[in-house]
């Protein structure tokens, strides 16, 4: 049950940062647009193919990269709210998400790794 809520919440973090990029084009930011694209979207990717895992280990393999990709994630917006190219305000929530995943995500991978928990869709 819990892999089925952070498959629903990658999803919708993935959708906030396509939201996002496309402000961030308008303001002709490609490059930064694409490389927040790319990690934020590669999150809910990565939790997709790790519920199809075929062993434990490459469930933890696949789980771990989700939780790299929202570290880049949270770097760019970090990076475009300190260059000035958008406001705290407007990107409070995606950090937000995005600290929330990197905790949630590490915790699943501590837990299947420990063996704490079992592979689930």
């Not at 519920?51 to 880049?72: L, N, P, T, V």
């Amino acid at each position: 049950m819990k892999n089925v809520r952070i498959r629903e919440r990658s999803y919708r973090f993935a959708l906030l940062v396509i939201r996002f990029c496309r402000e961030l084009r308008q303001g002709r930011e490609y490059e930064l647009a694409r490389q927040l694209l790319k990690a934020g979207t590669s999150v809910g990717a990565n939790v997709e193919e790790a519920s199809a895992g075929y062993s434990r280990a490459d469930f933890a393999a696949k789980m771990a990269i989700a939780s790299k990709e929202a570290r880049e994630s949270r770097y760019w917006l970090r990076l475009i709210v300190d260059s000035g190219i958008a406001s705290q305000e407007r990107t409070a929530p995606l950090l937000s998400e995005a600290e929330a995943l990197v905790n949630i995500l590490t915790a699943i991978v501590k837990s299947t790794v420990t063996g704490k928990t079992s592979k689930c869709s």
